[in-house]
Antibody, heavy 120, light 104 residues
Framework: QITLKESGPTLVKPTQTLTLTCTFS??????????VGWIRQPPGKALEWLAL???????RYSPSLKSRLTITKDTSKNQVVLTMTNMDPVDTATYYC????????????WGQGTMVTVSS | DIQMTQSPSTLSASVGDRVTITCRAS??????LAWYQQKPGKAPKLLIY???SLESGVPSRFSGSGSGTEFTLTISSLQPDDFATYYC??????FGPGTKVDIK
């Protein structure tokens, strides 16, 4: 059974860097075809794809946020980390991580999400 | 960037209705389109991948079609559990703006 869980601060100040960790079980990021992505959703708004990392360390970023994002994986810990620099109140959102397989290019298993508020 | 649009943005329907939601991509994405259902306070749930493949465990009243730039999600007979917001997504990246299906 695949599960994912997001963790990180619930409150960050403007200009700070956000670091979120996705800890997963039931699969390995060393298995061919497997990936983990990050998606966010501001309150009452639509989903926004942020970043994705595959088993082979192929990394993809949303072009509009690419300069602020870094995604890394720690295969031994079954974790994926997303950092977002220069946080702003408009970045207030629920942040989700999700499992993906290269053959379907869709997020089939999602974490429960973690709410991050950006405020001074 | 490939832009995704959905129509309608809101859809009012009754139990038993046939419901169709359209998703358009600004350029061809072949069949690399997924559909998700999201209920308030919950994570999205994958319904359809590769435009027309039904995810395991999803009821057969859900179906997807299309290729290139135009895609549809159809619910053949709307059930009470189906009132939710639906999103399309191009291959592992951009999402559409969503379609809210509510009770007429």
């Amino acid at each position: 059974q695949i599960t994912l869980k997001e963790s990180g601060p619930t409150l960050v100040k403007p200009t700070q860097t956000l670091t979120l960790t996705c800890t997963f079980s039931g699969f390995s990021l060393s298995t061919s075809g497997v990936g983990v992505g990050w998606i966010r959703q501001p309150p009452g708004k639509a989903l926004e794809w942020l970043a994705l990392i595959y088993w082979n360390d192929d990394k993809r970023y949303s072009p509009s946020l690419k300069s602020r994002l870094t995604i890394t994986k720690d295969t031994s810990k079954n974790q994926v980390v997303l950092t977002m620099t220069n946080m702003d109140p408009v970045d207030t959102a629920t942040y989700y991580c999700a499992h993906i397989h290269f053959t379907i290019r869709a997020f089939d298993i999602w974490g429960q999400g973690t709410m991050v508020t950006v405020s001074s | 960037d490939i832009q995704m649009t959905q129509s309608p943005s809101t859809l009012s329907a009754s139990v038993g209705d046939r419901v169709t939601i359209t998703c358009r991509a600004s350029q061809s994405i072949s069949s690399w389109l997924a559909w998700y259902q999201q209920k308030p306070g919950k994570a999205p749930k994958l319904l359809i991948y590769k435009a027309s493949s039904l995810e395991s465990g999803v009821p057969s009243r859900f179906s997807g079609s299309g290729s290139g730039t135009e895609f549809t999600l159809t619910i053949s007979s709307l059930q009470p559990d189906d009132f939710a917001t639906y999103y399309c997504q191009q291959y592992n990246s951009y999402f559409g703006p969503g379609t809210k299906v509510d009770i007429k």
